[in-house]
């Protein structure tokens, strides 16, 4: 299937093309800046009603009695949820691995702060909380296990009573001779790293209207879903209705960054419409939820790792020990992210042998959800601290260290020991760009030259590859089951030659309406702006995902070129019939037209033979459907089902970049500065240049703020002590560098146009660029950051270590 | 429940009265009240800057306002800055139009709004004034390049087009 699809921009069926691969404007941009978007709290119903949740103030707790009766008799208020109902209408969440979901409303005892434990409709949010604070409930405390390690203390007290044990999973992974390599090392490098939560805080929290048809017993979901048939699948398990009776509409989304789980908001928004009788009800999230207990908090993560190095420096061994404090529940899909750096385990390099040693564990902390990059960010983190720390120990240049491991352009197709398949790349031509872009040597004397005036300045050169268009089977290894994520697209044209693409998922800032509009108007040679590009709900549209995992970009391209290739042979059946019966393969589509090769002044417009079809069915070869439609769906191909290591053709595409980063540290406070920031990249064709850039520069700003700014403190108790913006900074335009950037492009062999994924880009890069190059700064010291955040307190303690504090 | 007080409010150059709590916010009041729903809510805490509005000409936080407060004020949103009966975009949204000044959007309107407020007082900002200006709203998406560029030819726009005679600090 997708081997006859276009591999570059070049192949599609036009002279010139006018779309693909060029700058162009958004098509989603004139609505969003007129703030005219349909956003989920934009839409009202008639009758609708609004949901406040009650949340616990216990990390971990028996729930002896709920009480709602005086919520119940306020005025205006239309039901209140309670774990009797919940418990008589609603299953537990399906989870990965199978077990270790909850509830939407706490049935027995609740695991974390922020967990509902009732639900208010009413008919105004302010009202509906007023209702809350009448609910009465009457807690019995439980020891909370605050950590990881605690989890795993012989007599920590069992979250999970049915589990008997706080161990989700206990995994290792053997890839090569692990332990020869490590024993003919001449230097094994060995570390502690903790990456402590932080998450995706998109600007626009979960929100949903839900509303339960009593008389056919179906549910209506509209919301800011990510991946709708995704959700709406998951609806029909936790409400226990059948699949086509959940109709999902995704609204467009103020962000996501895999943030944004909707699970509780809509089971729960679902069974308060379903016990009014059927009234639509409205949950909005507050940032305050959000921040608690939403799907904002990801990576809780304990590292021991070592590299096997020779004396020349080459890397032969990488051995990663992760404890992983999934919180306390595993419903929003945190382990996955564990998983995920096995399509990338190596990074760049040649590195022959590898372990990974998991341990996910329960704690009474809120549940962990994905993140941009979904796992793999903290273990490049990791990685690519230690090569620094090789390269301080072998006392070569970082970059130098990384230029004689990577794999070479030559080794391309190249299986990694953790068994994915990087399909291209030239990373030595990337590292060569962006040295000479940012004067590298130059950099290096202005470092000398302020260390001798007793700076402490730092520069960082860090290479990553990005897992692009992700498969089912990259998560096989935390229980996941399948092969294969099918997005489709539906091509039509009306009786007077307009197209619109249908496409199972919304707007999320991202660009894809306009990608795919891009690639409709180069391949029948029409206006961009011409193209209408809409979102059908889950029972109309064609199977698929939405976004996630740097993959939407090349599978709507994929999809969309499916469904035009589709219509093109249509269409030359119809053009070949009416120019009085020619072979098919007499016909040609060139710019729009489909004309006849051995003659092409004679020919037929898009919308002329569309016109034929749709009016004049008595011109039509006989048997030919009136019908200028065509759906295609598309999925990576060659994926294959993991070995008993994990080991398999999981991510399609390996983007790669390298960040070069200069810091300086302030001795007073331990506050870091980015001084200047420079990345070169290549992630096949870009398709929307201007998207592509948009993508890296703010997957840049992510990777400062959990560099240095972000984290979710909780206390030794499980109990959050960040709970407003006030306290999880956010990275605002004053501490996010404008980089500079320029980029080589390896067009990937295997997908559509050439493009790779590219969609979470930087945020494999930037953390540990960032915090290498402090610890360069901090390296004369000798002393070492091994912690996300460097926030200035760790730093300035580090400082203070090596006396050098101002 | 308190008594509801009689609040009038020019937003966009209409006069809206409408009985409303006290406790009411102004961004509530637009949203849900006269059913404004470009102002958006990012935290309803006065850090993230989306629900930026001008009240008397000042970008002022709407979740951190109440409807009451903002009784005889002129208020300025998102809606009030298209042409009405063309579409037609204003010059600061056709820039972040053009630079890409935004991906998901939602805090498109808060720029903006604070945007038209500090081409307002100084048509020719540099980039450390403009970054000092956006201090105070958050984006999630852009990591601000692109947002600094679309204020920059906003200004450029906006004064004619003249080149930016200072384009750094």
């Known amino acids: 299937m997708a081997t006859e699809l276009p591999r570059l921009p070049e192949q599609l069926p036009t002279s010139s093309v006018r779309y693909v691969g060029k700058e162009v404007k958004r098509i989603e941009d004139p609505a969003l800046v007129s703030g005219t978007t349909e956003f989920i709290d934009n839409l009202e119903l008639p009758g609708m009603l609004h949901c406040a949740i009650l949340r616990s103030p216990h990390p971990h707790a028996r729930i002896v009695k709920v009480d709602a009766s005086a919520a119940e008799a306020l005025e205006g208020v239309a039901a209140v949820l309670t774990p009797e109902d919940v418990k008589r209408w609603a299953n537990a969440h399906v989870t990965s691995p199978a077990g270790w979901g909850t509830h939407c409303v706490a049935i027995d005892k609740v695991l974390y702060v922020g967990e509902p434990v009732a639900a208010v409709a009413a008919v105004s949010r302010a009202l509906a909380e007023d209702a809350c604070e009448l609910i009465e409930v009457e807690y019995e405390i439980l020891p909370p296990v605050g950590t990881a390690a605690a989890a795993l203390a012989p007599d920590a007290p069992v979250i999970w009573g049915e589990h008997g044990t706080n161990v989700i999973q206990q995994r290792t992974y053997n890839w090569g001779e692990v332990d020869r390599v490590f024993a003919e090392a001449d230097h094994v490098i060995t570390n502690s790293f903790r990456w402590n939560r932080c998450g995706a805080n998109p600007t626009e929290t979960f929100g949903c209207v839900c509303q339960w048809d009593l008389t056919d017993n179906s549910l209506l979901c509209h919301g800011a879903y990510q991946v709708p048939g995704f959700w709406g699948l998951a609806r029909s398990f936790s409400l226990n209705l059948p699949a086509n009776k959940v109709r999902v509409i995704s609204h467009p989304q103020g962000g996501a960054f895999g943030g944004k789980g909707g699970a509780r908001g809509t089971d729960i928004a679902a069974l308060l419409s379903r016990k009014t009788g059927g009234l639509p009800v409205k949950y909005i999230e507050d940032r305050m939820e959000y921040l608690l207990a939403g799907s904002s908090q990801s990576w809780d993560r304990h590292y021991e790792a070592s590299l096997a190095v020779k004396a020349d420096g080459t890397i032969t061994g990488l051995k990663v020990k992760l404890l992983d404090d999934q919180g306390a529940t595993t419903e929003t899909y945190g382990t996955i992210s564990v998983a995920k750096p096995l399509a990338a385990f190596t990074g760049n390099y040649r590195i022959e042998a590898a372990r990974y040693d998991t341990t996910l564990v329960v704690t009474n902390r809120a549940p962990a959800a994905p993140y941009r990059g979904y796992g793999p960010p903290p273990h490049f983190f990791v990685l690519e601290n230690l090569v620094d720390m090789a390269a301080r120990k072998l006392a070569m240049d970082p970059a130098e260290l990384r230029r004689i491991n990577y794999i070479r352009p030559e080794q391309f197709p190249y299986t990694i020991p953790s068994g994915n398949e990087y399909d291209s790349g030239d990373y030595e031509a990337v590292l060569d760009k962006v040295l000479k872009l940012a004067d590298y040597q130059a950099l290096r004397r202005e470092q000398a030259a302020a260390r001798a005036r007793g700076r402490l300045v730092g520069i960082s050169v860090v290479s990553t590859v990005e897992p692009g268009v992700f498969d089912w089977n990259a998560y096989a290894t935390v229980g996941v089951q399948g092969i294969g994520v099918p997005e489709g697209a539906r091509v039509s044209v009306d009786i007077l030659g307009n197209i619109t693409v249908v496409v199972g998922f919304n707007l999320q800032g991202q660009g894809q309406f306009t990608v795919a509009a891009q690639v409709v108007a180069d391949y029948f040679g029409v206006d961009m702006n011409a193209v209408k590009v809409t979102m059908a709900s889950t029972d109309a549209a064609p199977p698929h995902f939405g976004q996630g995992g740097s993959r939407l970009g090349v599978a709507i391209t994929g999809a969309v070129l499916g469904a035009c290739q589709k219509l093109e042979a249509d269409f030359k059946r119809v053009v070949a019939h009416l120019m009085g019966g020619l072979p098919v393969d007499a016909i040609e589509l060139m710019d729009g037209r489909f004309r006849i090769k051995a003659n092409p002044a004679v020919g037929m417009t898009v919308a002329e033979v569309a016109g034929t079809m749709l009016g004049r069915s008595d011109l039509l070869p006989p048997g030919m459907e009136p019908n200028p439609s065509a759906t295609s769906v598309w999925t990576a191909p060659g994926r294959n089902m993991p070995d008993d290591q994990g080991r398999c053709r999981s991510y399609l595409t390996a983007a790669n970049a390298t960040h070069v980063v200069m810091v300086e540290i302030d001795k007073e406070t331990g506050r870091t500065e980015i001084l200047k920031y420079f990345i070169v990249d290549d992630c096949g064709t870009r398709l929307n240049p201007a998207n592509v850039e948009g993508q890296l520069q703010g997957a840049v700003a992510q990777g400062v703020g959990a560099a240095l700014l972000e984290e979710y403190v909780y206390d030794e108790q499980a109990n959050p002590l960040v709970t407003t913006f006030a306290d999880y900074l956010m990275p605002s335009i004053h501490e996010v560098p404008i980089t500079k950037r320029d980029f080589i492009v390896t067009p990937s062999p295997v997908t559509p146009l050439g493009a790779k994924g590219c969609g979470e880009g930087a945020i494999h890069t930037t953390p540990a660029a960032v915090v290498c190059a402090i610890n360069d700064a901090l390296a004369p010291l000798g002393v070492e950051i091994t912690e996300t955040p460097a926030t200035p307190l760790r730093v300035w303690k580090l400082l203070k270590q090596a006396g050098a504090a101002g | ?169």
Do not use: W
């Open chain 2, 1 to 169: 429940m308190t008594t509801k007080q009689l609040t009038t409010v020019t937003v966009n150059g209409r006069v809206y009265k409408r009985e409303v709590e006290p406790r009411l916010t102004l961004a509530d009041f637009l949203r849900y009240e006269l059913h404004l729903g470009g102002t958006h809510l990012g935290c309803e805490h006065g850090v993230c800057g989306v629900c930026t509005v001008l009240i008397d000409g000042r970008a002022s936080r709407s979740c951190l306002t109440l409807a009451v407060q903002a009784d005889g004020a002129q208020v300025t949103t998102i809606e009030g800055l298209r042409n009405r009966e063309t579409g037609q975009l204003h010059p600061i949204q056709q820039a972040f139009v053009d630079e890409h000044g935004l991906q998901c959007g939602f805090c498109t309107p808060g720029f903006i709004m604070t945007t038209l407020e500090l081409l307002g007082d100084n048509p020719d900002p540099s980039d450390a004034e403009i970054t000092e200006a956006l201090g105070g709203n958050l984006c999630r998406c852009t990591g601000y390049e692109t947002i600094l560029k679309s204020v920059r030819l906003a200004a450029e726009r906006l004064r004619g087009g003249r080149l930016a005679a200072r384009t750094s600090a």
